[in-house]
């Protein structure tokens, strides 16, 4: 086959999991890094590649601390999910992952430490976060290190340890439940694309169907910058005529919307994040109906939040548009005070009415951002 496809020696055995050293995809060599423990479950044998000649996030990574066994696919899956979440942040973030969705993320505010900026990220929801893989874009200090050893961690990613953090990491002795937790090194994640225009011609994302035919798709990106990019509401219909948000939010709240979207961009669609104070409160996800996801995320918050912060004044994320006003109407009840959401639906104009007189400010952004993994 021709170096536009996917090579022959690519092929597997299914009957022995003998994954070839190496394959091709449209000009691309990657090279087989390992096998895998497993691949999404246990009876499925996965090998794990890389593109050959490149030094990036992911494919140069460092296992400092093995755990009893290797690798699966599903730990990958969630490192990658939750170095996605991670990079957008100059300041401290730490993402929990759980089934390649967050269950909770934070960033650093005000004097925060990386320990504190974990635990808000984890009790978020402390309960799905048992057996996450937990990452950050910031040096993992001994204090971080101590508390992430106090529950069930399957992995922890970062750009570097402090050599503290590593001995406490390895203290199978005093943490016993953490005895084979793994402990990985990432590559330099600022070279991961963020935003429209970031990526080069060899960036795309591979999507294989049932009987084997494959989707090739650009990676899922945003034009949203910085907080400058957030655009309020506007719409017309033949009834309203032209309709605008009329309430704005606060610049902190402006800055928990731009946190929102950013974390949004890893959530299986259809999702919801609600935020406050640089903290994840819910995540609504993998809803078949958008107000769904939004009474999903709530009913996580009532039942499982264990943090300090009220919902109330919080703001709101959503990767899809609102078809109707009544997801605005379900979050504003519960005191969301501002929601980013991309424009489309044929009721915008009565969507943004709504928020109006609900006292909700309503942000439009450029891109529907569904990641329908």
């Not at 992995?155 to 340890?161: E, G, H, N």
């Not at 009532?302 to 109407?329: C, H, L, T, W």
């Amino acid at each position: 086959m021709s170096s536009g496809g996917i090579s022959r020696n690519s092929y597997l055995s299914k009957n022995t999991g003998d994954f070839a050293s190496e394959f091709i995809i449209n000009g691309e060599r990657y090279e087989k890094v390992e096998d895998l423990r497993y691949g999404t479950n246990p009876h499925q044998p996965a090998a794990y590649y890389r593109k050959a000649g490149t030094v990036s996030a992911i494919g140069a990574m460092q296992i400092l601390k093995n755990g009893k066994s290797g690798l699966s696919q599903t730990n990958l899956e969630d490192i990658s999910y939750s170095l996605n979440i991670v990079k957008y942040f100059n300041d401290p973030a730490c993402a929990v992952m759980k089934h390649v969705n967050p269950s909770g993320a934070a960033m650093k505010r005000c004097s925060e430490t990386t320990r504190d900026v974990y635990i808000k990220a984890r009790d978020c929801d402390a309960r799905a976060a048992f057996g996450s893989v937990v990452a950050f874009n910031c040096n993992v200090d001994r204090e971080t290190a101590e508390e992430i050893m106090e529950s069930f961690v399957e992995c922890v990613v970062a750009p570097s340890y402090s050599e503290d953090a590593l001995v406490a990491f390895n203290d199978g002795e005093t943490f016993k439940l953490n005895k084979h937790i793994r402990i990985i090194k990432c590559g330099d994640i600022s070279s991961l694309p963020k935003f429209v225009g970031d990526e080069k011609p060899s960036d795309y994302t591979l999507k294989v169907l049932a009987d084997g035919s494959l989707v090739a798709a650009a990676p899922l990106l945003t034009h949203i910058r910085g907080v400058n990019d957030i655009k309020s509401a506007s719409a017309e219909s033949k009834t309203l005529g032209t309709v605008k948000s009329e309430v704005n939010a606060s610049a902190s709240q402006l800055d928990d919307l731009l946190m929102a979207w950013y974390i949004n961009i890893s959530v299986r669609s259809n999702g919801v994040v609600i935020v406050r104070n640089g903290q994840t409160l819910c995540v609504g996800t993998g809803e078949q109906d958008r107000v769904g996801a939004v009474e999903q995320a709530i009913a996580k918050y009532r039942a499982k939040y264990q943090g300090s912060e009220s919902i109330e004044n919080s703001v709101m994320s959503s990767d899809g548009f609102f078809p109707f006003p009544d997801a605005v109407e379900t979050a504003a009840a519960v005191g969301v005070r501002a929601i980013i959401a991309p424009a489309g639906s044929l009721k915008d104009a009565d969507v943004i009415k709504r928020a109006n007189e609900l006292g909700v400010a309503l942000y439009h952004a450029p891109e529907r951002i569904f990641s329908h993994h």
